[in-house]
């Protein structure tokens, strides 16, 4: 690459884009670890997007309608910190900078949501970034059905690289992408053709236009060092009506003695190799030091939203008071006042009915009496509309035709439409829940992972949540999934027992701000234990005495969901016989361990033999069984320790031995 | 569709055709569940397949030349078990599909590996077969290369539809396929525009033909119900050296009222619809019957490989007996003669020399000793190469101009990485690993489940094992993976503490023959603890006594990995107070737990206060905590209980608490 003509060529341009190179070498050498070559690579285009496109107020970075700019090839986060601090983010100081990759610093290694000003997401884990965008890209459209262009129209921008086109959940982003026709969606391959273990050659050869064109992208090839080319391609991308992909050839860690190399992937640390790259550049100012000239550049591109901002401040301060709170109650996240009623006369007709149901139809019709008072939901399932029960009829389905929709069909994408939702919730505005079968918590893992990490009220609705699944088999019944949800930080996992326990469970789920949920639903009917209205929402204390004993105390039964079934069968046939049993409901281990000692206690005293019954591995249950002032000798599990099997659910419960008969052995052979 | 027009135009095929149809809607019906829908629209495809193409004998279902034929789209289950027994699979009887989806029978709902013959692997979570499907062709390459062609030389064919395609794992199996130019295999892709939600065009718009082409597929789209169509498809999809996709055009649940409709899809069950289908077939006899003609037919199918098969066997045993020996050895899964001795002379040689060195590299050197002896192994990395140290000098890179490489680079697709390591292990005469970073077992997860639930002994070579990962911060550090690895059935978690105990655990990875495992190996280095040499591996036992206390014994630590150097150093200084500490390893939990009571009550008895120490969740160390004689009030935990952060390692050791300091405080708090 001929630095000296790119500088000759737009020699503004060239210094500005230099500031974010250098300050990423700067910064990478000073922490001794990073990654230099994306933000060498791309800073032209972020300097392009930023200066004449990117609709931004640092001063305001959380201005509902700015553009996102998204990172999905997060190890470049130099670059987004550059230009947060060169266009003047408070919160984002060249302090900051130079404290990069250090303890609870504004700068970590990859870019956190919430962390930091100006950080719209998570990015690190490749794919995620781009598969979050589609959310974002959807939130924008049907928030601008539902508010007008006036309040709502802007754009996402993604900058996304070789690694988050290979993992395969940027194929369900593209795919649903191009679908849903999201037109205000821009990506830009960095495309440098080289990967950590070497050149792209290695392990790829797809023609990613061709792919993504296969899709109903907009596709464009450009010089990823041209700043009219980049322009060009942007004003063209914005013309079209299709989602585009901008291919920009760069040259990872360009400039450098490693450029075009694997080794500019990582951190350049050396003082030579950067010394070297600064002179290339044409840059000799002081480590860490942006010429003012520059700085003031940047910073005059930071003001350039502050105008909008305020004509939008206008607008919105024009609608109806009753209008204004709605649009700031759900972009707070906080849910509205009619939930708390809705769901308590839920509860009691419940209670009073006792009607037998599966809780993902518990879950149905919970949702029914939802979604009419919180317009901001945004339902949807990765193709199991009718086994997840997720789709109210009032909702429509969101299309290009139809965008004021709030039920999407993410299509068979567990990890995209849960990256989506992401990107739903971190925008702010909707509320997504989405639905699969549990076991295909699997396929969505590292987005999970991500909405507990992010801490955004994403709501995993999961039916089909054990044997009781029946016939399809071991490859669709969860068996280690509740313990793989409740060993995930931040993340809040419901397993209702009945249609009143689901009712709790979905008005604590959507009551949060920061925390993601997961619902853990049967396929199979169940009875309903809460069978005494409480206009208070037990669920909330995670455990709770669902029945007394009533001969004198001798054994606590625990279960959550399905089992709670079979511990009340079992408690019924140890009382039949004198041996006073408690049984204790577990629909949230998160929130029970949230309780103070004291309540905890009057639920698990010491003293009685504890059973624990769950279609699950034993995992999650030695806290309770052992712990919780529990005694090994004094503990047994019912519930599962291999995979399930192809069968009907109530032979399966049967022969692997999750029943009351089971329980009341178990029961009894601790008594003694 | 004209069925008429159809059975006039091929009356031969299509009776044998609607055999498997009418298998299919009398095995669903009787079973009341199931999916008709795909069987009835494959039908053709798979008579055409088995008619003039397959390579496979039935009578010798594990002949390792056959050609694999993976039914992607599992759900259509009955597709596969039809044509089993239609062509005479010993172990898949009339009866056997008379009790399709009952407890214990040969026929599940989706296909199990292992569990009936003919059945190359498990399907049924959906792109799993497509992607095993990329392994099944690389372990034919690679064998060719290494046996010859005389030896190894067979096709993969998969069947897989649209739920597969959607999945992103499809995309990371159809980029490698490409790349490495697997002429071997060929894709039909059942396009019936029809998923559960209901027609495709709710979810997507991809041109299938148009996204395989980008990665250097040969494509083609024919009518999927003419079998002169779809055999001259075949034989141009192996004329070509590119892996093939054929787009077939099919009508799901052909014939029935359900065709082209969403409920078609599921299990067709109305006697009327049952029977109006087979009236539009010309099928009149009773259920669970196939006319004599018709299964002859199919037998001679099933005929047709014997003499290819006797003929093989004439090759393979003109081989020498060492190389036939090693051929057998190879496919029975064994490990080498060699191996141990190379295990023990490895540990000999660290135990002397006391390196202090991260538990990756401790990989790479057991890799070095190992990959010589067993020239059956294929390593690979999904782009982390030299993190994950898992390529050793003598391997040589996979590719199309060297096939006998046994270096594969996967790029960033670790879900394609490990589903494709399920089609090499069960292709067999391979033994696969492969690694990436131990926080992304979130993006391989489906595929690590399937190997557990295969039990194929595929292993993980899983860094970077904790918060000790430092710079790039939470979304790069497992906290709760060792929680999740080790709640699944059948899949054995290895956390060795130093190059010993990393050799161990190789040992025992590699003589696996139906439990894969997963390595959780550090990025930082480790001191040797095991300073004396054993030639008997303890890793074995799961956990042993790694040091035992020198005064009188009142606290036991336990840890692994990385934190067995902190158990020591907290020994050190509780013993210089006098406090007798025994310190016991725990590498594998599983192998703990099927060790005898006696063993595991002489490593950990009851009395002394325990204090476990690992950076992950408590989750699964409250077993050996507070149950294997522990209590509560005796029992502590020094760890994580919530996500990392980005700084330095050390930083970060420090600033959670696991430290040796803070181990010693809580040990002696419990002591009072």
Not at 127 to 134: C, D, K, L, R, T
Not at 333 to 343: N, Q, T, V, W
Not at 521 to 540: E, I, S
Request: glycine residues 10%.
């Amino acid at each position: 690459m001929d630095i000296a003509a790119l500088r000759e060529a737009h020699p503004e341009h060239w210094m500005k884009a230099a500031a974010i190179r250098t300050l990423t070498l700067d910064a990478v050498a000073a922490a001794n670890s990073g990654h230099s070559g994306m933000p060498m690579g791309m800073a032209d285009i972020a300097t392009v997007l930023f200066e004449k496109h990117l609709k931004f107020d640092p001063k305001n970075p959380l201005w509902p309608d700015r553009d996102r700019f998204i990172v999905s090839n997060g190890h470049g986060s130099m670059l987004l910190y550059s230009v947060l601090y060169l266009t003047g983010y408070e919160g984002m100081s060249l302090q900051d900078i130079k404290d990069f990759r250090q303890w609870e610093s504004a700068t970590p290694g990859h870019p956190e949501y919430n962390h930091s000003p100006g950080i719209e997401t998570t990015t690190g884990p490749l794919g995620q970034g781009i598969a979050n965008s589609v959310g974002f890209a959807i939130a924008e459209e049907s928030l601008r059905a539902r508010w007008g262009k006036k309040i709502m129209d802007h754009r996402t921008w993604v900058f996304a690289g070789d690694g988050c086109l290979m993992e395969g959940v940027s194929q369900e982003a593209i795919a649903l992408a191009g679908h849903q026709k999201l037109g205000n969606l821009t990506v830009f391959f960095d495309h440098n053709s080289i990967t950590i273990d070497g050149p792209t050659s290695l392990a790829d050869s797809t023609d990613q236009c061709e792919r993504f064109s296969a899709s109903g992208w907009h596709v464009q090839k450009i010089d990823g060092h041209d700043p009219v080319a980049i322009d060009e391609a942007i004003e063209a991308a914005k013309a079209d009506p299709r989602p585009s992909m901008i291919q920009c050839e760069t040259h990872i860690a360009l400039g450098s003695a490693a450029q075009d190399t694997a080794k500019g992937h990582g951190a350049l640390t050396d003082d030579k190799v950067v010394a070297d790259a600064k002179a290339a550049y044409g840059w000799d100012a002081p480590a860490f030091e942006i010429p003012a000239d520059i700085k003031s550049q940047w910073e005059s591109m930071g003001e350039r939203g502050a105008a909008a901002h305020a004509e939008w401040n206008e607008r919105i301060g024009a609608l109806s008071d009753a209008k204004r709170a709605e649009f700031e109650r759900s972009f707070d996240r906080e849910a509205p006042k009619a939930l708390s009623g809705r769901i308590k006369a839920l509860k009691k007709q419940i209670s009073e009915e006792g009607p037998k149901v599966a809780t993902r139809k518990s879950s149905e019709m919970v949702l029914e009496v939802v979604n009419p008072v919180m317009k901001e939901t945004l339902g949807g399932s990765a193709d199991l509309t009718g086994s997840n029960n997720t789709k109210t009829g009032d909702l429509g389905i969101f299309s290009p035709e139809d965008r004021k929709g709030r039920y999407i069909h993410y299509g068979i994408r567990e990890h995209g439409m849960a990256a989506a939702m992401n990107g739903l919730a971190s925008h702010g505005g909707v509320k997504p829940y989405g639905g699969t079968f549990f076991c295909f918590t699997d396929y969505a893992r590292p987005a999970i992972r991500l909405s507990a990490l992010m801490g955004v009220p994403v709501i995993y609705v999961m039916t089909h949540d054990s044997i009781g699944l029946g016939e399809d088999g071991p490859t669709h019944q969860p068996v280690e999934h509740l313990a793989m949800v409740r060993a995930t930080p931040g993340l809040l996992t419901f397993r209702p027992a009945d249609t009143v326990e689901t009712a709790e469970a979905w008005e604590i789920a959507l009551s949060q701000t920061k925390k993601p949920s997961v619902l853990a639903l049967t396929r199979q009917g169940l009875p309903t234990v809460r069978t005494k209205h409480t206009t208070k929402n037990l669920t909330a204390q995670g455990a709770y005495v669902l029945a007394e004993a009533e001969n004198k105390r001798r054994v606590i039964l625990m279960a959550s969901g399905s089992e709670v079934e079979v511990a009340m069968e079992a408690k019924k046939a140890l009382e039949a016989e004198g041996i006073g049993t408690r049984v204790v409901s577990v629909p949230s281990m998160e929130l029970f361990r949230e309780q103070d000692e004291a309540y905890r206690k009057r639920v698990l005293p010491a003293g009685p033999v504890r059973v624990a019954i769950e279609a699950g591995v034993r995992q999650p249950w030695d806290w309770l069984l052992l712990g919780e002032r529990g005694r090994e000798q004094k503990a047994a599990f019912v519930g599962m320790d291999s995979f399930g099997a192809s069968a009907p659910a109530e032979v399966l419960f049967e022969k692997f031995g999750i029943t009351a008969g089971h329980t009341v052995e178990k029961a009894k052979a601790l008594l003694g």
